[in-house]
T-cell receptor, first 119, second 112 residues
Framework: GAGVSQSPRYKVAKRGQDVALRCDPISGHVSLFWYQQALGQGPEFLTYFQNEAQLDKSGLPSDRFFAERPEGSVSTLKIQRTQQEDSAVYLC?????????????????FGPGTRLTVL | KQEVTQIPAALSVPEGENLVLNCSFTDSAIYNLQWFRQDPGKGLTSLLLIQSSQREQTSGRLNASLDKSSGRSTLYIAASQPGDSATYLCAVRKQGAQKLVFGQGTRLTINP
């Protein structure tokens, strides 16, 4: 389809394992965001890319979290040495861009998320 | 730090009623506000986006208003249907920033 896709949809990891979560944004979208959503809570910002440049990573909770978007399209969120508190839904969103001149560029479109459970 | 609050946390109403969901934010220097719907186990579906210069947006049975100076937005749902049952989230984008700051959501149940 034409929407944001994420894989895998579900991931179970043992504590201490490394995981990699993938996001395919809408084709042509310049901006890409990662959010973390704990059970019963609203999503919280993790990091933001404009093309391949990671412009804001202020929301990453620790240095175990790492995100990349090497060619400005697909992005991967990697979590090293997973902990139980990492269990959450990880949401990816994309938008056309950041140009303030046009309202068309503002709206963020979200993927279905990856539910990560750390045992 | 921008904080977004949604009241009530949960709401249950009979089918056919008109209802209002509330969202408040602490920093009025926002660029836009977005309302989303989230079904259980699913991602977020964008419903309406209001730019800071706008007062309201409408889509079908949904109407969202924005009062930036008082830090409030409302989502009005007319003639509610069981299919409207979901969690509704509001999110604000601060001026000069790209990220969205979300409220905790209102879980809405429409009873047939």
């Amino acid at each position: 389809g034409a929407g944001v896709s994420q894989s895998p949809r579900y991931k179970v990891a043992k504590r201490g394992q490394d995981v990699a979560l993938r996001c395919d944004p809408i084709s042509g979208h310049v901006s890409l965001f990662w959010y973390q959503q704990a059970l019963g809570q609203g999503p919280e910002f993790l990091t933001y890319f404009q093309n391949e440049a990671q412009l804001d990573k202020s929301g990453l909770p620790s240095d175990r979290f790492f995100a990349e978007r090497p060619e400005g399209s697909v992005s991967t969120l990697k979590i090293q040495r997973t902990q139980q508190e990492d269990s959450a839904v990880y949401l990816c969103a994309s938008s056309l861009g950041w140009l303030a001149a046009s309202f068309l560029y503002n709206e963020q479109f979200f993927g279905p998320g990856t539910r990560l459970t750390v045992l | 730090k921008q904080e977004v609050t949604q009241i009530p946390a949960a709401l249950s109403v009979p089918e056919g009623e008109n209802l209002v969901l509330n969202c408040s934010f602490t920093d009025s220097a926002i660029y836009n506000l977005q309302w989303f719907r989230q079904d259980p186990g699913k991602g977020l579906t964008s419903l309406l986006l209001i730019q800071s210069s706008q007062r309201e947006q409408t889509s079908g049975r949904l109407n969202a208003s924005l009062d930036k100076s008082s830090g409030r937005s409302t989502l009005y749902i007319a003639a509610s249907q069981p299919g409207d049952s979901a969690t509704y989230l509001c999110a604000v984008r601060k001026q000069g920033a790209q990220k969205l700051v979300f409220g905790q959501g209102t879980r809405l149940t429409i009873n047939p």
